[in-house]
């Protein structure tokens, strides 16, 4: 369930009341005339949950809530109503499930930030991961995976592509390609800094390496990893249960690839570099295409659901 604060001029007040009023999902709906000073208004108070919470935010919208006043939504933690017990009876389809558009929006477009705390995440990430990589060290790749920081731009490209935001989509774009050329560049100078102090050699890179050389060997299973990775992230993203071990599941087609680019060139093994940056960009393709595809099967189920419940209405 999402709390809603509008502010509402009072020339269309009655009008926001009367949506929100008309929508089964809401609930716990409280109007404070004169309440707003900035933007001035009437303040609107109500609790939605997620089922409908879409269909609202676009209704606000439609009547220019959004440029004469303002919205804002927070997540309700708990809540002990009957009354958000009957409004979530009434809502359509399932709240796990539901999609929030603008929510989604807002949130991975702040993730398409290039700032010095994601550049020195993937860097550090990817740093990591190279040293796994000559250790052969599966614990070493996990970890990196957990601390890189690529999610964010992938699930944002996602979005602005299904939802046509150019500058979102140059943003994304941009994040993660200084991102990994950043973090690749760092990997090669701290692998001549290790080679020199005698921690590592090429030799550990030309071994055996069981555990990891499926990072620079390409086939036809990279594609249906990338592909289950982006269907996961974005469901975990949709559905507000994104955390670390997604993380690790989308990191682990991307981070290990680049570090092992970083590493084989340190040492001039080209035939490696180039088969870890095949794995790399067909990864990469593979999250963006499966992540953007679902987004698009979440909206056509939640387009059908929502002309399925207008016309139980008539129908009965």
Not at 264 to 272: L, M, N, P
Request: net charge negative; proline share 3%.
């Amino acid at each position: 369930m999402l709390h809603l604060r509008v502010i509402a001029p009072a020339d269309r007040s009655t009008e926001v009341i009367d949506l929100l009023s008309a929508e089964a999902g809401v609930t716990h709906l409280a109007v404070l005339p004169g309440a707003a000073r900035q933007p001035q208004g009437d303040l609107i108070l109500c609790d939605v949950v997620r089922e409908s919470a879409d269909r609202v935010l676009q209704g606000l919208q439609r009547i220019g809530v959004d440029t004469s006043g303002g919205i804002a939504a927070d997540d309700v933690e708990l809540t002990i109503s009957a009354a958000a017990d009957r409004a979530a009876e009434k809502a359509p389809g399932s709240g796990a499930d539901a999609v929030v558009w603008d929510e989604i929006a807002a949130k991975t477009g702040e993730q398409t930030e290039l700032s010095a705390t994601y550049l020195v995440l993937i860097i550090i990430a990817t740093m990591i991961a190279g040293i796994g990589v000559l250790l052969d060290q599966p614990i070493l790749i996990v970890g990196a995976m957990v601390v890189g920081p690529e999610f964010g731009p992938l699930a944002a490209l996602c979005v602005a592509l299904l939802r046509r935001r150019l500058g979102v989509i140059v943003r994304s774009v941009q994040a993660l390609t200084v991102g990994f050329l950043a973090a690749m560049v760092a990997t090669v100078l701290s692998t001549w800094a290790l080679n020199a102090a005698g921690l590592v050699s090429k030799e550990m890179l030309l071994a055996e390496r069981p555990l990891t050389d499926f990072i620079w060997r390409p086939d036809a299973l990279s594609w249906v990893v990338g592909l289950l990775a982006g269907v996961a992230g974005m469901l975990s993203l949709t559905s507000k249960k994104s955390g670390s071990l997604v993380g690790v599941l989308i990191s682990v087609t991307t981070v290990p690839a680049a570090a092992n680019v970083a590493v084989a060139g340190a040492y001039g093994v080209w035939d490696e570099a180039g088969g870890s940056a095949v794995q790399l960009v067909i990864n990469l393709c593979a999250i963006v295409l499966a992540g953007t595809l679902t987004l698009v099967v979440q909206q056509v189920s939640w387009w059908s659901l929502a002309r399925r419940s207008r016309r139980r209405p008539a129908a009965g």
